[in-house]
């Protein structure tokens, strides 16, 4: 598929510091060039096959962007909120682009995996509760783990009196009689923590540690970024 659009439009979603209006004003001096030649703002560009250089540096396309954070506590997953930070300024500017939104959500005392993007697509398939894409969490409780906790999991508890969830995975961590791991494939509203709850147990940390295949890098810190290549991220996600 051609990606046809002006030469303002792309340099301005593609490099965070320019807008329109200064994609005129470089234009004016000389420093864009299409294929070899000077550009014009209204020029019209193939984004996937033209050749758009920048004060001599070559702008790469890139229809969506793929961020992986790892989210601290205190940040809200959603584009906008009154009180809280939200996972958006998190962002370094470098990877900001306009339409980025968290693909999914984290409680705000949550930690971990969240992926932000401006795939639309992917995220409503990501999401769709008929993919099945499995959520990994780490999760340390107030009590001892019960024995019959995993049984009860894995048969799909019910959580508040008429929830019915789907079956989920809960391993032991070995020495550990309060922490353990527990695998989801959907995302009903603080699912995790009203799992516990309906066994008599009470989250004290969660952190989600991977989204399909795709693991949380252990070297990033909380707080920070890492761009994903979007080329394998359907096949990580088992969404094709
Ligand atoms: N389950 C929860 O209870 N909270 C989260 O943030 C994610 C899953």
Do not use: W
Not at 26 to 50: F, Y
Not at 54 to 62: S, T
Not at 163 to 190: F, M, Q, S, V
């Amino acid at each position: 598929m051609s990606k046809i659009m002006r030469l303002d439009r792309f340099v301005s979603n593609q490099v965070y510091e320019v807008s329109r209006s200064e994609v005129k004003l470089l234009c004016k001096k000389g420093k864009i060039s299409v294929n070899g030649r000077n550009a014009r703002p209204d020029d019209k560009i193939d984004a996937e096959k033209d050749e758009v250089f920048l004060d001599g540096r070559k702008i790469e396309y890139k229809e969506h962007i793929y961020i992986m954070l790892n989210k601290p506590k205190g940040y809200v997953c959603s584009t906008k909120d009154g009180d809280s930070p939200t996972v958006l300024e998190l962002v370094p500017k470098e990877l900001y682009r306009e339409g980025l939104f968290p693909a999914g959500r984290l409680d705000k005392d949550t930690e971990g995996f969240v992926l932000i993007t401006d795939d639309g697509e992917l995220s409503h398939k990501m999401l769709s509760p008929k993919n099945h894409v499995d959520k990994k969490y780490y999760v340390e409780l107030e009590r001892d783990i019960r024995e019959d906790t995993a049984q009860l999991f894995e048969e799909g508890i019910t959580i508040d009196g008429n929830e019915k969830c789907l079956p989920a995975r809960l391993e032991r961590i070995d020495g550990e009689a309060r922490k353990c791991y527990l695998t989801l494939n959907e995302g009903k509203y603080h699912q995790v923590k009203r799992m516990f709850e309906a066994v008599g147990n009470k989250v004290t940390y969660l952190k989600r540690i991977s989204i399909g295949k795709i693991f949380l890098d252990e070297n990033l810190p909380v707080g920070n970024c890492l761009e994903i290549l979007h080329k394998y991220l359907p096949q990580f996600l088992d969404i094709i």
